[in-house]
């Protein structure tokens, strides 16, 4: 995705993608010129920041040993993502687990969170875990960008 710098001078037709005091939106109803910014204008303007959910499992995590955490990249977020971009996250259990997926879950702890433009911007986790985080199918991160 490629957005512009929203201006109340532009008209705007659906589909068109602005960045507006950091946060990404796009067009939903044709508008413009207008002096209504897109935060105020939910009629035209609808959010566009991504969020999701990703397995432990489905990333390819490496261990730092020297400082006794693992690491994992989840590419391709955004081309808007960066260093200077706000993420909210958490780890959840997967409903369906079992009292042995809770004890081998027990020692990861969400250290945190890093983003980045490279590769079509790249969100860093920093995991804390007793044990390769690969093989637990029922530990995911919850993740959203919150401000680009």
């Given amino acids: 995705m490629s957005y512009a710098q929203w201006s109340q001078y532009t008209q705007y037709l659906v589909g068109n993608q602005v960045v507006n005091l950091g946060v990404p939106y796009i ?6 010129p207008s002096a209504t910014a897109p935060a105020s204008d939910l009629t035209h303007w609808g ?35 960066s260093t200077g971009s706000f993420l909210s996250s958490t780890l959840q259990m997967i409903s369906g687990y079992t009292n042995a997926d809770v004890g081998t879950a027990a020692g990861a702890w969400l250290i945190a969170v890093y983003p980045s433009a490279a590769a079509g911007g790249t969100i860093r986790f920093f995991v804390a875990n007793t044990a390769d985080p690969t093989g637990n199918t029922k530990i995911a991160i919850s993740w959203a960008v ?3």
């Fill in 146 to 148: 919150v401000r680009f």
């Fill in 27 to 32: 067009c939903i109803l044709a508008v413009g």
């Fill in 47 to 81: 959010t566009a920041l991504p969020s999701g959910l990703t397995l432990f499992s489905s990333l390819t995590w490496t261990l730092d040993g020297a400082n006794g955490f693992y690491l994992a990249d989840l590419t391709g977020v955004s081309s808007s993502l």
